[in-house]
């Protein structure tokens, strides 16, 4: 884990988080009901923009990004509580969630077939899984491109990868994708899903 990465990522997004990331976040951070668990909340961006969650459960990986956190932990609106734990094994009880959220970080965790697998079992049937995520562009040249930057990108970023594809994997899990929305000519996407009952869930792997 890249202290580095976590010093510099706010000053970084800035920009983008004062632009149109601001209201993406808080249309998706608007389905987020009912106790939540954020997905490697970093350094605590959506934190202040919680508004109808009873309570959020985040979970971060890297100790100095939840040292940064702490501040805008501060500012919510909401009780936030933050565990040191990846995404690939979540420390909750099956269906104790209403709402899943991740935000630019499917792009980052290692193993994301073995995530997905853990909020499916740990969201309720029928709860929200609520994306926000860059991902491999359609178009075949820039998606090449995104191809040859990912191996020097992913050392620079503490390991983010560019050329992930979402709504694929979202499919590969059968997933129920219930609303899209294209950002920055499709580079981002805000992604809904519908958690379904267990008995579809460890589709891979498992
Ligand atoms: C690009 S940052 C995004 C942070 C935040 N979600 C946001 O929207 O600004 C990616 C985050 O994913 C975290 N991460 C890396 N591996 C992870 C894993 N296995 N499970 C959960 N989070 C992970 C990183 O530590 C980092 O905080």
């Not at 601001?22 to 959506?46: C, F, H, P």
């Amino acid at each position: 884990m890249n202290k580095n990465f976590a010093k510099w990522y706010d000053f970084f997004m800035n920009p983008l988080e004062k632009g149109k990331f601001k209201t993406i976040r808080a249309e998706l951070l608007g389905d987020a009901n009912g106790k939540v668990l954020e997905i490697g909340s970093g350094t605590g961006v959506n934190f202040p923009l919680y508004e109808k969650a009873q309570a959020v459960h985040a979970i971060e990986p890297n100790l100095a990004m939840i040292e940064k956190s702490i501040l805008k932990k501060k500012h919510a609106r909401v009780p936030i509580e933050i565990h040191n734990a990846g995404a690939e094994r979540l420390p909750f009880d099956t269906n104790s969630f209403d709402s899943v959220v991740a935000t630019l970080v499917f792009c980052t965790i290692p193993n994301v077939d073995e995530a997905l697998n853990e909020i499916k079992r740990v969201c309720k049937p029928g709860g929200s899984i609520l994306f926000f995520e860059h991902v491999k562009l359609e178009n075949p040249v820039l998606s090449k491109l995104q191809d040859w930057l990912t191996p020097t990108w992913k050392s620079l970023c503490d390991g983010c990868c560019l050329n992930r594809n979402l709504e694929q994997l979202l499919k590969s899990h059968r997933m129920e994708i219930t609303e899209t929305k294209e950002y920055y000519k499709g580079l981002f996407v805000l992604c809904k899903v519908t958690n379904h009952d267990k008995t579809e869930m460890f589709i891979k792997g498992d």
